[in-house]
């Protein structure tokens, strides 16, 4: 590159780190811009086959579009009306539960000191405090009409891209000139990305039918609430599994008792193993090409930049990541370093 020949190697490192940092610090300023037009353009790619079939079908694009806008804000809806109303009642129920906390502090403590603890009775309250739940929760009602605002934006945001789909790889070849390989490696971006996310939405929303169905039978409180909480975080890689059972384990111990909390976290224990651990990998067939060391760093550093939605996408914005980068010699380490294990079989082969 002419613009860094009078630099050093060391200097033009220097140059370009600095830059990538201050791309990064304008994402994080620009995330509550950035973040719905990401999810919006994720949910576009999903929402591609199912506009195509009915343009398929004979039915004219902006009857199609309106269609699938009228049908996501009606899912939507009343998804937001189960969820506020669940909220609502375990709002009306936090007193309740907070006598029942308390005399479940009261135990632990007891047994506490009887093992040689002192003053367990007394720090207990301190350390875990039953109030913060009540704020939380109070604090997810004063924000859901913010959130059903940003989701009518991010559904008309989808509508217009839909809209623009077809048009987009003439703009492109006309606009930067993309050549055929380019086309290719955009095509296969695009088809990785949206056969990740259409697996992931069908194994999240059984991860959150079974979670539902098992806490029915458990007759635990809010259990569409948890079932909810349970697909959204489905989305989250290693750490979703394990957050969308504490809420629902919590609950059933305050409501009944332990012998009821362990089959709880067994009935999580075993979807996500099997849907988790046995039918998504034989699905998505032969990983992510993702190792899972970059997978755990995505998720910290997209959802520092992006918030909530950075930690939900966080899987295929790294994947965009690494194809981008192995289309360069200069920085396909990086995306070699990024992608997944390489079998030492084939080094030797090679």
């Given at each position: 590159m002419p613009a860094f020949a009078g630099f050093s190697p060391i200097a033009r490192g220097l140059i370009v780190a600095a830059a990538i940092a201050v791309l990064v610090m304008c994402l994080r300023a620009a995330s509550p811009i950035i973040a719905p037009i990401l999810l919006a353009m994720f949910i576009a790619m999903i929402a591609t086959p199912s506009l195509h079939w009915m343009l398929r079908k004979g039915m004219p694009k902006y009857l199609a579009l309106a269609i699938f806008f009228l049908v996501m804000l009606d899912v939507s809806s009343v998804v937001a009306m189960i969820v506020t109303g669940a909220l609502e009642g375990l709002r009306g129920s936090l007193p309740t539960y907070?006598?029942?906390?308390?005399f479940l502090y009261d135990q632990l403590g007891r047994w506490l000191e009887n093992i040689g603890i002192e003053?367990?009775?007394?720090?207990?309250?301190?350390?875990?405090?039953?109030?913060?739940?009540?704020?939380m929760v109070r604090a997810m009602l004063a924000s859901a009409s913010g959130s059903f605002a940003t989701l009518l934006l991010v559904l008309l945001i989808v509508v217009f891209m839909l809209a623009e789909a077809p048009k987009l790889p003439i703009k492109l070849r006309e606009a930067?000139?993309?050549?055929?390989?380019?086309?290719?490696?955009l095509q296969r971006l695009l088809q990785a990305t949206r056969h990740y996310i259409s697996i992931k939405c069908l194994t999240s929303l059984a991860t959150g039918v079974c979670i539902g169905i098992w806490l029915w039978i458990l007759k635990i409180d809010f259990a569409v609430l948890w079932a909810v909480l349970a697909f959204l975080l489905n989305f989250v890689p290693y750490v979703g599994s394990v957050l969308m059972a504490v809420p629902a384990i919590l609950v059933s111990l305050v409501q009944y008792d332990f012998p009821t909390a362990i089959l709880v976290a067994i009935g999580f224990v075993v979807v996500n193993i099997v849907i988790g651990s046995i039918l998504e990998p034989r699905i998505l067939g032969r990983g992510l090409g993702i190792s899972p060391l970059?997978?755990?760093?995505?998720?910290?550093?997209?959802?520092?930049?992006?918030?909530?939605?950075?930690v939900f996408l966080s899987v295929p914005l790294t994947m965009a990541l690494i194809i981008a980068l192995d289309a360069s010699p200069r920085t396909r380490p990086l995306a070699v370093m990024l992608g997944p294990e390489?079998?030492?079989?084939?080094?030797?082969?090679?």
């Amino acid at each position: 590159m002419p613009a860094f020949a009078g630099f050093s190697p060391i200097a033009r490192g220097l140059i370009v780190a600095a830059a990538i940092a201050v791309l990064v610090m304008c994402l994080r300023a620009a995330s509550p811009i950035i973040a719905p037009i990401l999810l919006a353009m994720f949910i576009a790619m999903i929402a591609t086959p199912s506009l195509h079939w009915m343009l398929r079908k004979g039915m004219p694009k902006y009857l199609a579009l309106a269609i699938f806008f009228l049908v996501m804000l009606d899912v939507s809806s009343v998804v937001a009306m189960i969820v506020t109303g669940a909220l609502e009642g375990l709002r009306g129920s936090l007193p309740t539960y907070q006598q029942r906390v308390t005399f479940l502090y009261d135990q632990l403590g007891r047994w506490l000191e009887n093992i040689g603890i002192e003053n367990s009775r007394n720090a207990i309250p301190d350390l875990l405090d039953p109030a913060m739940a009540a704020r939380m929760v109070r604090a997810m009602l004063a924000s859901a009409s913010g959130s059903f605002a940003t989701l009518l934006l991010v559904l008309l945001i989808v509508v217009f891209m839909l809209a623009e789909a077809p048009k987009l790889p003439i703009k492109l070849r006309e606009a930067f000139g993309i050549t055929t390989t380019g086309e290719e490696r955009l095509q296969r971006l695009l088809q990785a990305t949206r056969h990740y996310i259409s697996i992931k939405c069908l194994t999240s929303l059984a991860t959150g039918v079974c979670i539902g169905i098992w806490l029915w039978i458990l007759k635990i409180d809010f259990a569409v609430l948890w079932a909810v909480l349970a697909f959204l975080l489905n989305f989250v890689p290693y750490v979703g599994s394990v957050l969308m059972a504490v809420p629902a384990i919590l609950v059933s111990l305050v409501q009944y008792d332990f012998p009821t909390a362990i089959l709880v976290a067994i009935g999580f224990v075993v979807v996500n193993i099997v849907i988790g651990s046995i039918l998504e990998p034989r699905i998505l067939g032969r990983g992510l090409g993702i190792s899972p060391l970059a997978i755990l760093l995505s998720l910290l550093f997209w959802g520092w930049v992006l918030g909530a939605v950075g930690v939900f996408l966080s899987v295929p914005l790294t994947m965009a990541l690494i194809i981008a980068l192995d289309a360069s010699p200069r920085t396909r380490p990086l995306a070699v370093m990024l992608g997944p294990e390489i079998d030492q079989s084939e080094i030797g082969e090679g």
